[in-house]
């Protein structure tokens, strides 16, 4: 806690000066985000710090495995499907972007065949909406041993369950039709801090900037 508290007063003391115009204008003319990013709690996985965003850019959900609910999804309250529709229908953003990632301690969670005890009930219901993936892997990915290919297979094909998961929000539908909203699906890989883009026409993600 205390190294939290240091970095308060570092912010304070030192970048918020170079801030201060921006969020004074945000405090005035409330927020316009022009993209949803839903990604992982990984600590390691940082939206505006792999996209260079600034404050105001960006509506940030951050979940166990970037997991995207179908809306019909019955259970708890849904605080993922909560963002999507205030983001889509309030915010008016013009893209989602979906972010997995690689080395995802869900997705491993999720390729075991216990991964989570009784004493984490929350933890295993929300893992078991991702169930259509493992699905997935059975079908098209019989060839695939255990391992971090497996692992990554199974996190990009998280990524695509949760594309498909946005077009059951009748927001997302509307918009998707009238041509405003676009959808996107990423994969970051950590050790090099690369990002690849889903292109639907190859069916895999690719780089989504070339190295110079």
């Known amino acids: 806690m205390q190294r939290l508290i240091e970095g308060v007063h570092k912010f304070r003391s030192g970048e918020f000066g ?35 965003s600034k404050p105001g850019d960006l509506f ?16 708890d309250t849904n605080s993922t499907a909560a963002a999507i529709e205030f983001a889509v229908e309030t915010l008016k953003v ?34 078991n909406l991702a169930a259509p993936v493992l699905e997935t892997l059975k079908k098209d990915y019989p060839h695939l041993p255990e391992g971090p290919a ?24 509307e918009r998707l039709m009238d041509g405003s909203l676009r959808l996107h699906g990423w994969f970051f890989k950590i050790a090099t801090a690369e990002l690849f883009a889903y292109d639907p026409e190859k069916r895999q993600f690719l780089p989504l900037v070339s190295e110079s």
Do not use: M
């Open 60 to 75: 940030v959900v951050k979940n166990v495995g970037n997991i995207v609910p179908p809306a019909n999804a019955r259970g």
């Open 18 to 52: 170079n801030y201060r115009k921006l969020f004074r204008k945000l405090s005035q003319e409330g927020q316009n985000p022009h993209t949803l990013f839903i990604t992982c709690s990984d600590s390691r996985v940082l939206a505006e710090l792999i996209t260079h």
């Open 150 to 173: 497996k692992e990554t297979a199974a996190a990009e094909e998280n990524v695509l369950f949760g594309l498909d998961s946005l077009h059951s929000y009748s927001c997302v539908q």
């Open 94 to 127: 013009s893209d989602i972007v979906i972010c997995g990632h690689s080395q995802c301690g869900a997705i491993t969670a999720l390729l075991d065949k216990k991964p989570v005890s009784d004493s984490t009930p929350h933890l295993r219901d929300w893992l």
